[in-house]
């Protein structure tokens, strides 16, 4: 049988006053990110594909993607924040303005003879790991990568091409998390983690604020006219907590409704939102789903208090859900774009199919304001960065689909 999807929508924000801090998604401050990432070779804005056969077929307004796929190279959106947060860290070592600090600087023999050498490490899924790994080898410096056991052999040839010391080890993401931050205690290295905890704010904060380029390209792209809804996947909530508080700050009571999507075997904010406590709560376990970078069961804390404090919805999603959007992405409707969209980045888009329509959730998608007026914006986040898993499930079916109607 079918699994159903499970989700929670949210009144938090009508029961709650909210506490969450909003002022480093202000404009200005992730500004600073963005004209950061101007300066390295290679930048240019990740195509907003506008989908108007698949918006009319859901029976929603307008429908567009935003494809980073085209991201540096990388067929990911995660050396946003990694490189930002590396950025950051430099300027702060030296006592400097990251605004002093663009790329070509920042790469000079003279500021690399004050770093004396700097040694990032991290734990990844794939995407975040090769982004570290990317731009510590165009800063010069060095990178030390983990990545869980069941990660993909494919994703870690990649972080290995980037020239990092890096390998899978016997555990689950959060775990492997915990270890990462011992050995950089024991030898030295900054981490470059976005999961948020006690005392390790400061990075990943950074890390969020570096997604926001993400936003402003999206914003510009659709002539800063916000849409009505935003569906974005999470992890740790790093991402879709940029998101919430980027729209928040920017527009407040008038923001666009955020709906976020979680894999199902790693749901911690729908099993936080559900609790209804103010605290996240981890889920743990192996944590083994397709959807191989939603892989977290530890909310990062600054993510969390954004999404508890502002989302309209949480749902927790089968892998199924992803191979739909998959599919339908690969497969589009006459005179829409051709999109390659992976496991992490095609949720979203089937979730918003599967809500609009299947009759089990027409009242949620008419509570969410779901309709030919909506204007809905959704983010690939990823391209086919397992290129073989990927044809495995768009090719040959490796993974049933999602069905319920």
């Not at 070592?93 to 790329?103: A, G, T």
């Not at 023999?109 to 165009?138: P, S, Y």
């Amino acid at each position: 049988m079918q699994e159903q999807l499970q989700y929670l929508i949210n009144q938090s924000s009508f029961t709650r006053k909210p506490t969450a801090e909003l002022a480093p998604f202000h404009y200005d401050e992730l500004a600073k990110a963005l004209d950061f990432h101007r300066t390295i070779p290679g930048y240019a804005p990740t195509p907003l594909f506008h989908l108007p056969q698949l918006a009319k077929t859901l029976g929603v307004g307008e429908l567009y993607l935003k494809d980073e796929s085209f991201r540096f190279g990388l067929k990911a959106f995660k050396a946003l924040g990694g490189a930002y947060a590396m950025a950051r860290h430099i300027a702060d070592f030296l006592e400097m303005d990251i605004s002093e600090l663009p790329y070509e600087v920042m790469i000079s023999d003279e500021i690399r003879k004050k770093l004396n050498g700097v040694t990032f490490a991290t734990t990844t899924d794939g995407n975040h790991g090769r982004g570290v790994a990317w731009m510590a080898r165009q800063l010069k410096q060095k990178a030390v990568v983990y990545m869980p056991k069941g990660s993909s052999q494919e994703r870690l040839d990649a972080i290995l091409r980037e020239g990092a010391v890096a390998e899978i080890v016997d555990m689950n993401y959060d775990d492997a998390v915990r270890m990462t931050a011992e050995m950089a205690e024991k030898y030295g290295w900054i981490v470059v983690q976005d999961t948020a905890w006690d005392g390790y704010e400061e990075i990943p904060l950074w890390i969020m604020q570096g997604y926001g380029t993400l936003m402003l390209e999206s914003l510009s792209q659709l002539h800063e006219v916000p849409p009505t809804h935003i569906f974005v996947q999470a992890g740790v909530g790093s991402f879709a907590g940029m998101v919430q508080g980027m729209v928040t700050a920017a527009y407040g009571k008038q923001a666009p409704k955020v709906i976020v999507a979680e894999a199902r075997i790693a749901d911690c904010l729908y099993q936080s939102a559900v609790s209804g406590k103010a605290d996240a709560i981890p889920v743990g376990g192996d944590l083994q789903t397709v959807m191989a970078g939603l892989a977290c069961g530890e909310a990062n804390s600054i993510g969390w208090n954004l999404l508890r404090d502002y989302s309209a919805a949480f749902f927790s999603c089968p892998d199924a859900v992803a191979t739909r959007g998959m599919r339908i992405l690969g497969n589009p409707l006459p005179g829409d774009p051709h999109i390659i969209s992976g496991e992490s980045g095609a949720v979203t888009t089937g979730l918003l199919s599967i809500l609009m329509q299947s009759p089990v959730y027409q009242s949620v998608k008419e509570e969410l304001g779901l309709d030919e007026n909506a204007r809905v914006l959704v983010i690939s986040t990823e391209g086919d960065t397992d290129p073989e898993r990927y044809r495995d499930i768009v090719w040959d079916g490796e993974l049933p689909s999602f069905k319920q109607f």
